[in-house]
Nanobody, 115 residues
Framework: QVQLVESGGALVQPGGSLRLSCTAS????????MAWYRQVPGERRDLVAR???????SYGNFAEGRFSIWRDNAKNTVYLQIDGLKPEDTAVYFCNAMIGASNYWGQGTQVTVSS
């Protein structure tokens, strides 16, 4: 079955950087749009960034400038780089794959920004 496994979440100080990774299995990765979302408990899950199979990227309204998404099709992996981390970036970050009409999610990786 489809598996998305995220890694890279951590506790970091404000101003720091993180690189999140999501490795997919059992999908046609190179032909699948991949995305990162984030969610704070009690709030909706928000789009951070998406990269299409054509490598076209788009970002959520809040994500321009400090967030970068890219994919490595040889490794079935999508990355999210976050620079200049702020306390409000604290959330669980989820990897997403859109396959036809179905959305698949990873288990999430916790990012906490605190001094």
């Amino acid at each position: 079955q489809v598996q998305l496994v995220e890694s890279g979440g951590a506790l970091v100080q404000p101003g720091g950087s993180l690189r999140l990774s999501c490795t997919a299995s059992s999908i046609d990765f190179s032909n699948t749009a991949m995305a990162w979302y984030r969610q704070v408990p009690g709030e909706r899950r928000d789009l951070v960034a998406r990269v299409g199979s054509d490598r076209f990227v788009s970002y959520g309204n809040f994500a321009e400038g400090r967030f970068s998404i890219w994919r490595d099709n040889a490794k079935n992996t999508v990355y999210l780089q976050i620079d200049g981390l702020k306390p409000e970036d604290t959330a669980v970050y989820f990897c997403n794959a859109m396959i036809g009409a179905s959305n698949y999610w990873g288990q999430g990786t916790q990012v906490t920004v605190s001094s």
